[in-house]
């Protein structure tokens, strides 16, 4: 061995190879605001983070013991590459209706909604590949896809001129958060729902259905999922279309579980699993039977009740605040579900990135509208969760941002 | 919504855009092989998985269940990009020595060790960069790299005139399996450890050590890691130099949770944390959790003396089997540790792909080493796996093997 030799002293070596060209173009906002949040006594508005009070501790803490007593051979093994069958039943049966037959082949197990992106974008993107997307865009998302080097086609369904067939056609698929989209809590309505499903039949393109808050409304009726209206459009056997959801169960149960799910055709499934494989193998199997016996002991409908009235009075808490203070300086509308309010400054020569600084050093986090434009230009609107502050911390938070709005000087 | 409306009939709409151009060469071997095992009767002795007899279930349901009950806010919640800081803590306090100075800063914890494998290439791999790679090659590395559709430089360290200088320079990456290789079964000596050690310093290429194996000797005293051997050559602060050192728990205690872990100098683990930020955001923080208390209770201690009980017995138990059916066909060398043998026919006009359809025919399954050379074309040997069947099993499946060389023909 080596320790009784004395040590040289430290080589100036040749340097080590470059890193892979994307890394140089890396946003580390996220992890920015990640490490901004450890700061004691900031509030942190940022992110999208659940609130810990509403995880069912003491039953998930019976479930897990009993996924690995009970079910060794799900739990502790190499679960296969597309997921525990009893998870992916579960999934199939969850998402099926009278117009979307769906099977277990319908169904892929993720390590979170995170690696749904990253698998979308291994089986799709050729370095440069076209991406359609819903803008304002997630920002993982953008990460996710950030190695491939896409380009990208912006559109917004709530504009009047929105053409989805030109949206989506030539694309190698159409990204949209259509509940409480992420960043800005809007839904996408049922005629553009709609409008984007024929276009997907009619283009070819995938389109794909990212849906982290549709179990979030908080106000009115689900409106039916993009995936649903696709099956209606087909009859016969199980789901074969062009749409691809993910789920998960992160904003539904706790996201420490890392379960996440695609739903698509059996076509599309193959795919992402041989991606899978490379990527990590197979999804915790711990996890996933955790997932299933929280399924099968009604978690979903007794937590989901306790979610929504804390979040429902947190978001109003919010509004009340911002209405009280900001709004003189931003417009926004007031989200039916999701996590998010998204603001936009009246004056166009508001620059966020900026007030995200200034905001800092008043002792808040918002999140800037540049790292939600996967072209970096805009400057003009802020994205505020909700879920993790009590109504009284909102409301701290959003008179230490308009201490920061004034420190700006605009008017 | 649509439920009343009648259903039209299927559309023959536009084609689907194509996958990415790597999908097209992917190898499926390991999917079939994960199929065969579920045929009834089949001895598998393809694959590389653990005897589940050897985990300790009922000590991991408890701490399954008080990962959740005691610490919610790691097992629940998003745990940092990087780990569990407790996790970290206690990977680098073990891998650390008196050559080999380790913190926190030098631990990424990955979702089982091919996370590790698939970060490793998303940092390092532009499209068709070089890597250089021990011959043969782990299967689930070319996998995770295949999508960056890199190019190869193989070597062979137990060969008399290998050049570690010649065999690094110039690559992004050189990949190694030092302890039990797999598929060979082999381990890179002392000395040859030592020059790849001095190559990667002269070179300035990153030198990847996969240790999935380094905990299972059967036989003799553990030699020192490359990483600890690239330590000595440091003097001063936390590892620094080009080792990058990959390990995982599912061969430890159980695959199932999918903790896997890299060390590596500070500006590595930053960069594999921004890579891992765009592929899963994070390790489930159960799994994570449920580890940290796993070392803490001395879980590790306990549950090894057992497998290499185990283990050792059932090579032993090949070993002898293919002495007694096969050696009139195949040489191999009986491993040290690990879990696999390699066995090289002695007719260099074998063709282990067609093997492996008699071996399926006559009810066993092993691996032929085509899906080992990144470049397809070795066709002359097999793995065989002794960790997963008893000793009567993997008798039974050498008989099975040698009805399958009897039907191939060759002398």
Request: charged letters at 20%.
């Amino acid at each position: 061995m080596t320790a009784q030799q004395p040590k040289p002293q430290p080589e100036v070596g040749p340097s080590r190879p470059a890193f892979a060209i994307w890394l140089g173009g890396t946003n580390e906002i996220t992890r920015m605001f990640l490490a901004a949040g450890k700061v004691p006594g900031l509030i942190n508005m940022a992110g999208g983070l659940p609130e810990p009070d509403t995880y069912p501790v003491k039953e998930l803490a019976e479930i897990a013991e009993r996924a690995v007593s009970k079910y060794p051979q799900d739990s502790l093994n190499y679960p296969p590459i597309e997921g525990l069958p009893d998870l992916r039943d579960r999934l199939a049966a969850r998402f099926s209706n009278a117009d979307l037959k769906l099977s277990r082949e319908n169904v892929l197990v993720t390590s979170g909604g995170m690696q749904a992106l990253d698998l979308i974008g291994k089986v799709l993107l050729n370095e440069g590949a076209l991406i359609a997307a819903q803008s304002p865009t997630y920002l993982g998302a953008v990460d996710a896809w950030r190695p491939r080097r896409p380009s990208y086609r912006l559109f917004s369904p709530e504009k009047n001129d929105f053409d989805p067939v030109a949206a989506l056609t030539g694309a190698q698929f159409a990204y949209t958060v259509p509940n409480f989209s992420n960043p800005t809590g809007r839904l996408v309505g049922l005629a553009r729902r709609q409008e984007l499903v024929d276009a997907a039949h009619q283009s070819g393109t995938w389109l794909v259905e990212d849906d982290p808050y549709g179990a979030l409304y908080y106000d009115g009726t689900p409106l039916p999922r993009m995936i649903t209206l696709s099956g209606a459009k087909q009859s016969g056997a199980i789901y074969d279309g062009p749409l691809v959801y993910m789920g998960t169960f992160s904003k539904e149960i706790a996201p420490g579980f890392r379960i996440g799910w695609v739903i698509a055709s059996p076509e599309m499934i193959g795919a992402l699993t041989i991606a899978k494989q490379g990527s990590d193998m197979c999804t915790s199997g711990l996890s996933q039977r955790v997932a299933v016996d929280a399924l099968d002991a009604g978690l979903l409908e007794r937590t989901l009740p306790v979610i929504l009235d804390v979040y429902r009075h947190r978001r109003d808490a919010l509004c009340a605040a911002m209405e009280e203070h900001l709004s003189q300086w931003f417009d926004w509308e007031k989200p039916v579900g999701g996590m998010f309010v998204w603001a936009t400054a009246k004056n166009p020569a508001m620059d966020t990135d900026k007030l995200l600084s200034e905001a800092l050093k008043a002792g808040v986090c918002v999140s800037p509208s540049s790292v939600f434009d996967p072209h970096g230009e805009d400057r003009r609107s802020i994205r505020i969760n909700f879920t993790l502050n009590t109504p009284d911390r909102l409301a701290e938070g959003i008179r230490r941002l308009a201490t920061a709005v004034k420190a700006i000087g605009l008017d």
